[in-house]
């Protein structure tokens, strides 16, 4: 057990290094804190705050609403994704806003040593941050006192954070004439985070992201890109309740946040585990191609990362060892996908252009990404790049995985099939089995 603590802490660290003085906006619903288990995701919010994230929260506050209308005799209306706010709703949006407001920070108050808490000594700030107007007549419908955002005091909240506080942004608004304004919790976090310049927008959603079917679709479950999120929405592949959170991921990647997570409410940890693990529990939206796992040539940058990969897989004599100074000369031949920085997987292509054949070689993937199609994703790669460069043919030489091969298409061959310049440095010892796939 204590072996298993001291490996998690430490490969939690170059997150923790990561993310420290990094900005974050941490936006969720109502529905959130009426779990019996939000004091947890209090503890965690804390336990980031100790690690250095500079936090604005964002809360929104839909079914404390919902019920406080229906207290007053009054029945919810939504028209076109937004609440309807007359005189009367406005009344009790301010009742459960406020008192929404005053749990969370007498919950980010606690410092109980008997709790995760205890010693954490939180402070708390808000104000009149967020300018606002109507959102008006749209459709025939008069919105009333529902509001849409003009303004976010960005250096007032930078000052907070600077001052190693808190910023809690309730979802309302105020304009200069003194009214107030209900607005929706997941555009207020876009516009908070896009006028702070935020590195990360992280939503917590009312069901699990992980269940949003994207496997097939993306090759990893834990990445979207813009266009994912874009065919997610177009196929109505998302409840009506987490729309709007995609919507608005969407609206902040495409506004300059390079990392928007969404994280499902009723999983435990699901922030610590998305933000300390190099896997994560949710969905990340990528606005650049910094975290895309997608193929790309290798560069000598990444020759640290290749050594480290394929060094157990020599020493086990699945692969021939190679030189750091060898990987160096050779580094136009690789290809490789990284995560968060460090290279998963690589495999190399070597052309012999007078035979028309290439070698797909060194084919490794980390021992934690086994299993999920990315060795098969690195030789449709060399397939495309062999067939530009005119390629009528790949080979591989095996000692231990012949029947993947196999499977993927390729057929027995000998050596005397191999170009004459590979066949003069076969390695005969090894004995490795030849096979041949054409293109």
């Not at 072996?3 to 660290?13: C, E, K, Q």
């Not at 955002?149 to 954070?161: G, K, M, P």
Request: with cysteine; net charge negative; proline share 3%.
């Amino acid at each position: 057990m204590s072996s298993n603590f001291v490996a998690s802490l430490r490969s939690a660290a170059p997150y923790v290094h990561a993310h420290n003085q990094r900005v974050f906006v941490l936006a969720f619903g109502g529905e959130a804190a009426d779990l019996p288990d939000f004091d947890k995701l209090i503890y965690d919010l804390a336990l980031l705050q100790s690690l250095g994230v500079k936090l604005v929260l964002v809360h929104g506050a839909r079914p404390q609403i919902d019920r406080a209308l229906r207290q007053a005799g009054q029945v919810p209306r939504v028209e076109q994704g937004l609440r309807v706010t007359d005189r009367a709703a406005l009344q009790c949006v301010k009742a459960a806003v406020g008192a929404l407001r005053m749990e969370i920070e007498a919950k980010l108050s606690t410092s109980l040593a008997s709790t995760p808490m205890g010693g954490a000594r939180i402070r708390v700030a808000g104000g009149n941050w967020v300018l606002a107007q109507p959102v008006g007549v749209r459709g025939g419908v008069d919105f009333q006192h529902t509001g849409e955002i003009r303004r976010v005091d960005a250096d007032a909240i930078r000052r907070e954070l600077d001052a190693d506080r808190i910023a809690l942004v309730s979802p309302v608004g105020y304009s200069p004439t003194g009214e107030i304004f209900n607005l929706r919790s997941e555009y207020l976090a876009t516009a908070v985070a896009t006028a702070i310049g935020a590195d990360k927008l992280i939503f917590i959603t009312s069901s699990d992201p992980d269940g949003w079917k994207l496997a097939d679709d993306t090759g990893d479950a834990g990445q979207l890109s813009l266009a994912d999120a874009e065919r997610l929405l177009a196929e109505a592949r998302v409840d009506a309740a987490d729309r709007g959170y995609l919507e608005a991921a969407l609206a902040a990647a495409r506004s300059g946040v390079r990392r928007v997570h969404l994280l499902g409410a009723q999983t435990d940890g699901a922030l610590l585990r998305e933000l300390y693990t190099r896997d994560g529990v949710g969905l990340m939206l990528y606005a650049d191609a910094g975290y895309d796992e997608a193929v790309r040539a290798a560069t000598i940058d990444d020759v640290g990362g290749l050594l480290a990969l394929i060094k157990p897989l020599e020493a086990a004599g699945v692969l021939v060892p190679r030189s750091r100074e060898q990987l160096e000369l050779e580094i136009g031949q690789f290809f490789v996908m990284a995560r968060d920085g460090m290279v998963i997987a690589c495999a190399a292509l070597i052309t012999f252009p007078d035979s028309r054949m290439g070698e797909f070689a060194c084919v490794a993937v980390h021992a934690d990404y086994q299993g999920s199609g990315r060795a098969a994703t690195l030789l449709a790669y060399a397939e495309a790049q062999a067939l530009k460069l005119g390629l009528s043919s790949l080979f591989a030489l095996t000692t231990h995985t012949p029947h993947w091969f196999v499977e993927h298409g390729f057929v027995a061959g000998a050596v005397e099939d191999l170009p004459d310049e590979r066949q003069r440095f076969y390695n005969w010892q090894r004995n490795s089995l030849v096979l041949i796939k054409p293109l």
